[in-house]
């Protein structure tokens, strides 16, 4: 998957988003620094599909198609768009997701999720109150569930606090099973990463 993105907007002069360029590919990790609350998640409605731009274009391997773009495109824990109720026990989530994605949501059903993926024990815990890194890895794994989705755009998640490196890890380590992967989040957080992404790879291409 190559999805290109050039030169969106939305609103008059930009007010809603300003004048925006970026490609996604599949087996990559693509970080984008947006301000303000609703930006990020106008850029991932538009870059989705699911918006069209006041100016500029989105294409998904050379296609035009907003279908295209929303059958393999997943937008998670966007605010007020896909985020879920901080007050709903994580394992309902699960069971919803289950059901989106078209698989058995019965509480068996869920409870082989957690286990599977090693989140049994935060079953109970309200969203609102899950670890930041347990939140973004789970959500993330369940929109994969859906038919046709090979492409994630994670939504400001420095909002939620914790460490960035734990969440842009998991977009890179989702990236290494070939899923297209969007991070959208704030100046500093993508500061951060970026600082210790060259500081990595100075250290892998020093001389041992």
């Known amino acids: 998957m190559r999805v290109i993105a050039s030169n969106v907007s939305k609103g008059a002069g930009g007010s809603a988003l300003p004048e925006t360029s970026l490609e996604v590919h599949s087996g990559q990790a693509t970080l984008a620094a947006m301000e303000t609350e609703q ?114 755009i994670l939504v400001s998640p420095d909002r939620h606090g914790g460490d960035p490196l734990d969440w842009w890890r998991i977009a890179t380590d989702l990236a290494e099973r070939d899923v297209a992967v969007l991070a959208i989040a704030g100046f500093a957080s993508a500061a951060l990463i970026e600082t210790a992404t060259q500081e990595g790879t100075a250290q892998e291409g020093a001389p041992q």
Do not use: C, N
């Open 39 to 152: 930006r990020p998640t106008v850029l991932s409605l538009i870059v989705s599909g699911r918006m069209k731009p006041t100016t500029g274009s989105v294409t998904i391997d050379g296609s035009a198609s907003r279908r295209e773009l929303r059958k393999r495109l997943a937008i998670v824990d966007a605010l007020d768009v896909s985020e879920p109720h901080a007050d709903v026990r994580f394992g309902e989530v699960v069971a919803e997701e289950l059901m989106f994605a078209g698989r058995m949501p019965a509480p068996w059903a869920v409870r082989s999720w957690l286990d599977d993926h090693g989140m049994r024990e935060h079953e109970r815990v309200p969203m609102g109150q899950l670890a930041p890194e347990v939140r973004i890895r789970a959500l993330t794994e369940l929109a994969l569930l859906r038919d046709g989705v090979d492409g994630l």
